[in-house]
Nanobody, 114 residues
Framework: QVQLVESGGGLVQAGGSLRLSCAAPGIIFTFYTMGWYRQAPGEQRALVATITGNGRTNYADSVKGRFTISRDNAKNTVFLEMSSLKPEDTAVYYC????????WGRGTQVTVSS
């Protein structure tokens, strides 16, 4: 039984920064590719960024150069550092631990005001 827990969401002005965290206890963390996804109201959930166990990263074009995904394997935690935030970044952000069996967090709200 695995429960991912996101934290760090909140309200920020356009141009500001925020750091999200996702704790993933109860798994062999390095075996999992970790990802951040987001879902805006009325939209489908979309990829933001992924990072493999050995640190290879991938980003959606919309966030390249603004967001950085990282992981601390000793702490079973993945981070998403967000800068130069835009109103269109407003969404619920979800953490994913992906392997043959995958796990989702419950999400954390990020709201970027104009």
């Amino acid at each position: 039984q695995v429960q991912l827990v996101e934290s760090g969401g909140g309200l920020v002005q356009a141009g500001g920064s925020l750091r999200l965290s996702c704790a993933a206890p109860g798994i062999i963390f390095t075996f999992y590719t970790m990802g951040w996804y987001r879902q805006a109201p009325g939209e489908q959930r979309a990829l933001v960024a992924t990072i493999t166990g050995n640190g290879r990263t991938n980003y959606a074009d919309s966030v390249k150069g603004r967001f950085t995904i990282s992981r601390d394997n000793a702490k079973n935690t993945v981070f998403l550092e967000m800068s130069s935030l835009k109103p269109e970044d407003t969404a619920v952000y979800y953490c994913l631990a992906q392997r043959s069996t995958s796990y989702w967090g419950r999400g954390t709200q990020v709201t970027v005001s104009s």
